[in-house]
């Protein structure tokens, strides 16, 4: 454990993400976790401090910051499923924002600028949940805050099992991060777990790393090639003229009406898909009782039109060809 593997791939993922200091651990929640707990600890207000969480992101994000003592307050989305800053109640103190990149669409700088730099003036952190879009092209983690990054099998960027790290710009933060996963050591100021990537996993995501960019090449091929193929369809691609230069392609999701008629046809087809999310935040029973949009909200319309489509590098023409075929004949 945190052998010359390990200290070899986060110095190439911190330089991967531009930031001074990458800490891997066991999986993308612990890496929320440990961005949640340390600046619950370091908040300057007496009470629970309060983060804003889009409503359209997995549970994991929310309950890292539950767990870790804080209110959260759930802001509904945009169209492309990321926090609308202009949905902000404007009476509202908080004292953290968790931007999620929801599909791998890019979070820099995301929406309006006016917020971003409100909160850069009040000494809001700015955190990441950055496990679907930190291969996104502009690569640049928020810095203080620290992004959350995710290995899990389903990512652009997979291990075997769990993995996962803490990006940030913020030493104090990564030395924390180091000694939550390895239970408090070496000084034991503060708790922590057992929450370490082995060292084969990181051998051999070292191995992977040197295809990364190739395969974020073909994944951002295939979007291009769906998305000049759907433009004229009554079809809207969340990747699109807007944020397609520097999208990570986590997820190809298509906006449509009937989509869960589509999904079961395309079943038919042999062609599986998948919703995320079927549900927002704020329609979960667990966390109904913070505050949050109502079930008319973008986000809640959104969950009921969403649908991903397969997109991986080793699908081959052909099939990319046969999914598009497919999905047109459907609503054509």
Same mark, same amino acid.
């Given at each position: 454990m ?7 791939f ?6 991967k ?5 990458a ?13 949640a707990?340390?600046?619950a ?36 989305t ?22 999620v ?11 309006n600028?006016?917020?971003w ?19 996104a092209?502009?690569g ?6 620290g ?16 993995g996962g $790290? ?5 030493l104090?933060? %990564?030395?924390?991060?180091? &000694?939550? /996963?390895?239970?408090?050591? =070496?000084?034991?100021r ?5 929450s ?7 051998a051999?995501?070292?191995v ?31 990747i ?7 999208h990570?392609?986590?997820?190809f ?11 079961a ?8 898909t ?14 109904? $009782?913070?505050?949050g949009?109502?079930?008319l909200a %973008?986000?809640s319309?959104? &969950?009921? /039109?969403?649908?991903?489509? =397969?997109?991986?590098?080793?699908l ?12 047109l004949?459907c609503?054509?």
């Amino acid at each position: 454990m945190n052998g010359n593997n390990t200290v070899e791939f986060e110095s190439w993922l911190a330089k991967k993400n531009r930031v001074r200091y990458a800490v891997t651990c066991h999986s993308g929640t612990h890496a929320l976790e440990i961005l949640a707990s340390y600046w619950a600890m370091e908040s300057p207000v007496p009470h629970p401090p309060t983060a804003l969480i889009p409503s359209m992101t997995y549970v994991a994000t929310a309950n890292a910051f539950i767990r870790a003592g804080w209110d959260i307050h759930i802001i509904d989305t945009d169209i492309h499923g990321l926090i609308d800053v202009n949905k902000i109640p404007h009476d509202l103190s908080y004292q953290a924002v968790v931007l999620v990149g929801l599909y791998g669409a890019s979070m820099t700088h995301h929406g309006n600028l006016r917020a971003w730099n409100e909160w850069l003036r009040h000494d809001t952190v700015i955190i990441e949940d950055a496990a679907q879009h930190w291969l996104a092209a502009d690569g640049q983690r928020t810095g203080r805050g620290g992004g959350a990054i995710s290995f899990d099998p389903m990512k652009n960027l997979a291990c075997y099992g769990n993995g996962g $790290a803490v990006v940030t710009d913020n030493l104090d933060l %990564a030395e924390y991060a180091r &000694a939550w /996963r390895d239970n408090g050591k =070496p000084t034991h100021r503060n708790p922590g777990t057992n929450s370490r990537m082995s060292e084969l996993d990181c051998a051999h995501m070292l191995v992977k790393a040197k295809h990364i960019d190739q395969w974020q090449a073909r994944r951002q091929k295939i979007a291009n090639h769906w998305c000049e193929r759907f433009k004229h369809a009554d079809i809207r691609c969340l990747i699109n003229d807007s944020n397609a230069h520097n999208h990570a392609v986590h997820k190809f999701v298509i906006d449509v009406d009937g989509r869960d008629t589509l999904r079961a046809n395309l079943a038919l087809r042999k062609i599986e898909t998948r919703v995320h999310y079927v549900n927002p935040l704020h329609e979960m029973p667990l966390y109904r $009782a913070y505050p949050g949009p109502d079930m008319l909200a %973008a986000s809640s319309s959104l &969950a009921r /039109r969403v649908l991903s489509l =397969p997109i991986y590098p080793e699908l081959t023409d052909l099939e990319v060809e046969y999914i598009s075929d497919q999905v047109l004949d459907c609503v054509s």
